[in-house]
């Protein structure tokens, strides 16, 4: 059984390596993506380097996903990516921190999965936080802070994010 500080270390190395491959070489890309996580990746799986992770081991991805490059996946609360997923560029998805007591931020983590439901949209630099589930059909606009759940089929922007309306049509 790894450490914690092994499968840091572990992560950050593999995900130097992807860093570096072509974009155009998706088969490589997602072989070491499989390795990162330690599971197999389905082909269909499109993702753009830069990508990075703290443990790789606890990411999930469904079929159909889009990953934009420059996102962020700090995993240790598990990260689960539902089918047709599209992620915007610069996304962060971080489902750990430090407990807010003084005493407590340099000795503890805090850790929460996130989820997010199938043919979610995530817009740009947005950031979702641990413990957080996005319901199927919904977008993160561009820049959103993510702190709570947001319901299936509705739009969510700002910092903290908030549901502005639905996305799908009138019955």
């Known amino acids: 059984m790894e450490s914690f500080r092994e499968r840091v270390v572990r ?14 070489d998706q ?18 799986l499109h993702l753009i380097p830069p990508v990075y992770s703290d443990h790789g081991i606890n990411v999930r991805i469904g079929r159909n996903v ?10 240790i609360g598990g990260i689960e990516i539902g089918d047709q997923v599209m992620i915007g560029p610069d996304v962060s998805l971080i489902s750990s921190g430090h407990p807010v007591a003084p ?25 979702i936080l641990q413990g957080v589930t996005v319901g199927e059909d919904a977008v993160i606009g561009a820049g959103a802070v ?6 299936p089929g509705t739009l969510a922007v700002g910092s903290p994010a908030r549901v502005v309306r639905s996305v799908r049509p009138d019955p």
């Open 66 to 75: 889009f990953v934009n490059q420059g996102c962020r996946f700090n995993d």
């Open 103 to 127: 005493a407590e931020r340099r000795s503890g983590i805090t850790a929460a999965p996130i989820r997010i439901g199938r043919n979610v949209w995530i817009g740009a630099s947005a950031m």
């Open 11 to 24: 992560a950050i190395g593999v995900t130097e390596r992807l860093n570096k491959l072509p974009y155009d």
């Open 27 to 44: 088969p490589a890309i997602l072989a070491t993506w499989s390795e990162l996580t330690r599971q197999p990746v389905d082909e269909t």
């Open 146 to 151: 993510v702190t709570r759940d947001v319901p």
